[in-house]
Nanobody
């Protein structure tokens, strides 16, 4: 079993940047495909970005393409989400998640298939 802890959230003005980190403990992160999801108040959780176990494949929801970048450093057991050109619509609690089932080069965008979740970190973008 792996434990996930997100950090890096905060308050930022529109147009600014944040980098979220997801640190894993308990098992090596290299065996998991990873994803970032977010949930805004009153809304359902939505997929943001994902990266394969190998790190060679990534996927993004359309609203963040060109602004957000997911990456991983398996040596540090950490996954990152670099968020640039932030908008008020990006305001949400951001969660990282780990999927043990996906093969080496696949990513997953369905939250229900992920096996482990962090506790979330708040991102607030002011206008």
């Amino acid at each position: 079993q792996v434990q996930l802890v997100e950090s890096g959230g905060g308050l930022v003005q529109a147009g600014g940047s944040l980098r979220l980190s997801c640190a894993a403990s308990g098992r090596s992160l290299s065996i998991y495909a990873m994803g970032w999801f977010r949930q805004a108040p009153g809304k359902e959780r939505e997929f943001v970005a994902a990266i394969s176990r190998s790190g060679t494949s990534t996927s993004y929801t359309d609203s963040v393409k060109g602004r957000f970048t997911i990456s991983r450093d398996n040596a540090k057991n950490t996954v990152y989400l670099q968020m640039n050109s932030l908008k008020p619509a990006d305001t949400a609690v951001y969660y990282c998640a780990a999927d043990l089932k996906l093969s080496l080069t696949l990513t997953g965008s369905t939250g229900s298939t992920y096996d482990y979740w962090g506790q979330g970190t708040q991102v607030t973008v002011s206008s």
